[in-house]
Nanobody, 125 residues
Framework: VQLQASGGGLVQAGGSLRLSCAAS????????MGWFRQAPGKEREFVCA????????YYSQSVVGRFTISRDNAENTVDLQMNSLRPEDTAVYYC???????????????????WGQGTLVTVSS
Protein backbone atom coordinates (compact mmCIF):
# COMPACT_ATOMS: atom_id res chain seq x y z
CA VAL A 1 0.00 0.00 0.00
CA GLN A 2 1.22 3.50 -0.85
CA LEU A 3 0.28 6.42 1.37
CA GLN A 4 -0.02 10.15 0.87
CA ALA A 5 -0.75 12.58 3.68
CA SER A 6 -2.35 15.98 3.15
CA GLY A 7 -4.14 18.76 5.00
CA GLY A 8 -1.28 20.43 6.82
CA GLY A 9 -0.89 24.15 7.13
CA LEU A 10 -0.41 27.11 9.44
CA VAL A 11 -2.81 27.53 12.35
CA GLN A 12 -2.87 29.59 15.51
CA ALA A 13 -2.59 27.97 18.91
CA GLY A 14 -5.96 26.70 20.01
CA GLY A 15 -7.09 26.10 16.46
CA SER A 16 -7.90 22.92 14.58
CA LEU A 17 -6.73 21.05 11.50
CA ARG A 18 -7.80 17.82 9.86
CA LEU A 19 -5.19 15.70 8.15
CA SER A 20 -6.02 12.98 5.68
CA CYS A 21 -4.02 10.05 4.42
CA ALA A 22 -5.01 8.43 1.14
CA ALA A 23 -3.97 4.86 0.48
CA SER A 24 -3.63 3.07 -2.80
CA UNK A 25 -4.23 -0.62 -3.21
CA UNK A 26 -7.01 -3.00 -2.33
CA UNK A 27 -5.63 -4.24 0.99
CA UNK A 28 -5.99 -1.08 3.06
CA UNK A 29 -8.54 -2.61 5.41
CA UNK A 30 -6.07 -5.39 6.29
CA UNK A 31 -3.77 -3.03 8.13
CA UNK A 32 -3.62 -1.19 11.41
CA MET A 33 -2.85 2.40 10.50
CA GLY A 34 -0.95 5.02 12.43
CA TRP A 35 0.12 8.62 12.47
CA PHE A 36 3.57 9.78 13.50
CA ARG A 37 5.18 13.20 13.58
CA GLN A 38 8.66 14.66 13.43
CA ALA A 39 9.39 18.05 14.87
CA PRO A 40 12.42 20.06 13.71
CA GLY A 41 15.58 18.61 15.17
CA LYS A 42 13.78 15.70 16.83
CA GLU A 43 13.18 12.06 16.11
CA ARG A 44 9.93 10.86 14.62
CA GLU A 45 7.42 10.00 17.34
CA PHE A 46 4.19 8.04 17.54
CA VAL A 47 0.92 9.98 17.63
CA CYS A 48 -1.91 7.46 17.34
CA ALA A 49 -3.14 4.31 15.67
CA UNK A 50 -6.43 2.71 14.64
CA UNK A 51 -7.49 -0.89 14.22
CA UNK A 52 -8.37 -2.51 10.91
CA UNK A 53 -12.08 -2.03 11.39
CA UNK A 54 -11.75 1.38 13.02
CA UNK A 55 -13.32 0.34 16.32
CA UNK A 56 -10.21 0.62 18.48
CA UNK A 57 -7.63 3.37 18.83
CA TYR A 58 -4.74 4.41 21.04
CA TYR A 59 -2.88 7.67 21.41
CA SER A 60 0.30 9.14 22.78
CA GLN A 61 -0.21 10.88 26.07
CA SER A 62 0.71 14.22 24.53
CA VAL A 63 -2.33 14.26 22.23
CA VAL A 64 -4.98 12.24 24.06
CA GLY A 65 -8.21 14.19 24.36
CA ARG A 66 -7.19 16.62 21.61
CA PHE A 67 -6.59 14.42 18.55
CA THR A 68 -8.92 11.84 17.02
CA ILE A 69 -7.99 9.23 14.45
CA SER A 70 -10.58 7.70 12.15
CA ARG A 71 -10.67 5.68 8.96
CA ASP A 72 -12.94 4.98 6.04
CA ASN A 73 -12.13 1.61 4.51
CA ALA A 74 -14.49 2.19 1.62
CA GLU A 75 -12.55 5.30 0.66
CA ASN A 76 -9.11 4.00 1.71
CA THR A 77 -8.45 6.96 3.95
CA VAL A 78 -7.34 7.53 7.51
CA ASP A 79 -7.86 10.95 9.03
CA LEU A 80 -6.46 12.82 12.00
CA GLN A 81 -8.64 15.51 13.56
CA MET A 82 -6.45 17.81 15.63
CA ASN A 83 -8.06 20.23 18.06
CA SER A 84 -6.68 22.62 20.67
CA LEU A 85 -3.40 22.73 18.81
CA ARG A 86 -0.27 23.89 20.60
CA PRO A 87 3.02 25.24 19.27
CA GLU A 88 4.66 21.99 20.36
CA ASP A 89 2.44 20.13 17.88
CA THR A 90 4.42 21.74 15.06
CA ALA A 91 5.90 18.93 13.00
CA VAL A 92 5.74 17.03 9.77
CA TYR A 93 3.00 14.44 10.14
CA TYR A 94 3.24 11.02 8.50
CA CYS A 95 0.84 8.15 8.11
CA UNK A 96 2.04 4.59 8.01
CA UNK A 97 0.75 1.06 8.28
CA UNK A 98 1.65 -1.40 11.01
CA UNK A 99 3.76 -4.32 9.89
CA UNK A 100 2.16 -7.75 9.95
CA UNK A 101 2.71 -9.66 13.16
CA UNK A 102 3.23 -6.59 15.33
CA UNK A 103 1.30 -6.55 18.57
CA UNK A 104 -1.55 -4.08 18.97
CA UNK A 105 -0.42 -1.12 21.04
CA UNK A 106 3.02 -0.70 19.56
CA UNK A 107 4.34 2.85 19.41
CA UNK A 108 7.63 1.98 17.78
CA UNK A 109 8.56 3.56 14.48
CA UNK A 110 10.25 0.27 13.55
CA UNK A 111 6.92 -1.54 13.72
CA UNK A 112 5.39 0.62 10.99
CA UNK A 113 6.14 0.83 7.30
CA UNK A 114 5.01 2.26 3.95
CA TRP A 115 5.74 5.79 5.08
CA GLY A 116 4.12 8.29 2.82
CA GLN A 117 5.22 11.81 2.13
CA GLY A 118 4.45 13.84 5.21
CA THR A 119 2.47 17.02 5.59
CA LEU A 120 3.72 20.01 7.57
CA VAL A 121 1.68 21.40 10.45
CA THR A 122 2.82 24.70 11.92
CA VAL A 123 1.15 26.06 15.05
CA SER A 124 1.89 29.67 15.88
CA SER A 125 1.72 31.05 19.39
Amino acid sequence: VQLQASGGGLVQAGGSLRLSCAASGRTFSNYVMGWFRQAPGKEREFVCAISRGGDSTYYSQSVVGRFTISRDNAENTVDLQMNSLRPEDTAVYYCARMKRGVHWGSRLEFDFTSWGQGTLVTVSS
